[in-house]
């Protein structure tokens, strides 16, 4: 009788001790989703007056009697004001990504056609840097169970990573294998490489690396936050293998349609 009190009396505290936990637990989630509802409308409200600021330097820059110092000064302007609407796009599309309201609306995507695309995009940078970007695929025609927008969210933020990341010269592959139920995308660089501390926390938001190389080139931070949620949302994989001063492959695995 002795032991089956002593053992009800543990399973007693055990049983608070998880109560405990699972109010903290719902405690931190409602925080960090009022975190993010407070930074999406933050972002939200300085959208507009963001539009307004560029608007008005474009006019403004445009005028034909301005003075060499007040050129500079609009100059400075309109580069600010850009920087920060890349800040509040990042802002928005990560909440957007990561709110579990979001309606998740996937159709068939090609996503060799989307690479080629988002190639294409970035074709000022790659030819100004001189880089050799390669595209491998089996099959003309790859497709993907996913949101479009996600899919060039995806791209858009890992090739222009691996241009960013790379030196002059140097070369970025993409590949894509299909397999039986997902297909497998590769990002691959022979640019700076991400050391093993910066690794731990590439997925965070707003981190950017200790490279000062890297920290040089213009940047938020969210992209691969960003990337990451939308890959969550598909049910999909992503992670990295890097070497420093050798280069970065990323992988993402998304579902087949
Ligand atoms: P951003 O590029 O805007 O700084 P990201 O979230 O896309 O933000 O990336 C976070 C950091 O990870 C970058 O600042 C950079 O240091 C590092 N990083 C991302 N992709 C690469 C890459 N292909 N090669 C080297 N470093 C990378």
Do not use: C, W
């Amino acid at each position: 009788a002795l032991d089956i009190g002593h053992d009800l009396g543990r399973a007693l505290l055990n049983a608070r001790a998880f109560e405990r936990e699972r109010r903290l637990v719902d405690e931190l989630r409602e925080l960090d989703s009022y975190k993010s509802r407070l930074v999406a409308t933050l972002a939200h409200e300085l959208k507009n007056p963001l539009t307004s600021i560029l608007g008005h330097t474009e006019i403004l820059g445009a005028s034909p009697d301005l003075g060499a110092a007040e050129r500079t000064s609009v100059g400075a302007v309109e580069r600010g004001a850009a920087r920060m609407q890349r800040l509040v796009d990042d802002l928005l599309t990560l909440a957007h990504a990561g709110d579990p309201h979001t309606p998740f609306t996937p159709t068939p995507v090609d996503l060799h056609a989307a690479v080629l695309e988002a190639v294409d995009l970035l074709r000022v940078t790659v030819n100004h840097k001189a880089l050799d970007v390669v595209v491998e695929a089996p099959e003309d025609s790859i497709k993907v169970l996913a949101e479009p927008d996600g899919v060039e969210q995806i791209l858009s933020n890992l090739i222009s990573n691996a241009t960013k990341y790379t030196p002059e010269g140097g070369r970025v592959t993409v590949r894509l294998t299909p397999m039986k139920r997902y297909v497998r995308l590769e990002v691959s660089d022979t640019g700076l490489g991400i050391s093993p501390r910066d690794q731990e926390q590439l997925f965070s938001e707003f981190f950017r690396s200790t490279n000062p190389e890297a920290v040089a080139l213009p940047g938020t931070g969210l992209g691969l936050a960003i990337v990451q949620r939308i890959v969550e949302r598909h049910r999909g994989r992503i992670h990295f293998t890097s070497e420093l001063g050798e280069g970065t492959t990323f992988t993402v695995t998304l579902p087949r349609a």
